[in-house]
Nanobody, 117 residues
Framework: QVQLVEFGGGLVQVGGSLSVSCTAS????????MGWFRQAPGKQRELVAT???????NYADSVKGRFTISRGNARNTVYLRMNSLKPEDTAIYYC???????????WGQGTQVTVSS
């Protein structure tokens, strides 16, 4: 089993930057992809960014050029650097991990990111 814990989040002004991180524990050897989803009140959860064990990244169109996902030296940790933040980035950000062949999916508890002027 895999457990995910997010760190970071908080309040940031429009145009500012914020970083969040996620650390996986447990059977981390099974993880192929880690990343971030977000969910704003009244909206569907949406993909933000993902990164595979091989380093391939994928970003939502809405965050391309502003957000950067990366891995720590230990591949059980993933980071998301968020630049040029907009009010529409306000959401709960959930860490996500997926096993090889998508046999299992795991979620963190979420961390709140609020962008305000």
């Amino acid at each position: 089993q895999v457990q995910l814990v997010e760190f970071g989040g908080g309040l940031v002004q429009v145009g500012g930057s914020l970083s969040v991180s996620c650390t996986a524990s447990g059977s981390t050897f099974t993880i192929n992809t880690m990343g971030w989803f977000r969910q704003a009140p009244g909206k569907q959860r949406e993909l933000v960014a993902t990164i595979t064990r091989g380093g391939s990244t994928n970003y939502a169109d809405s965050v391309k050029g502003r957000f950067t996902i990366s891995r720590g030296n230990a591949r059980n940790t993933v980071y998301l650097r968020m630049n040029s933040l907009k009010p529409e980035d306000t959401a709960i950000y959930y860490c996500h991990a997926q096993t090889l062949r998508s046999t299992a999916v795991y979620w963190g508890q979420g961390t709140q990111v609020t962008v305000s002027s």
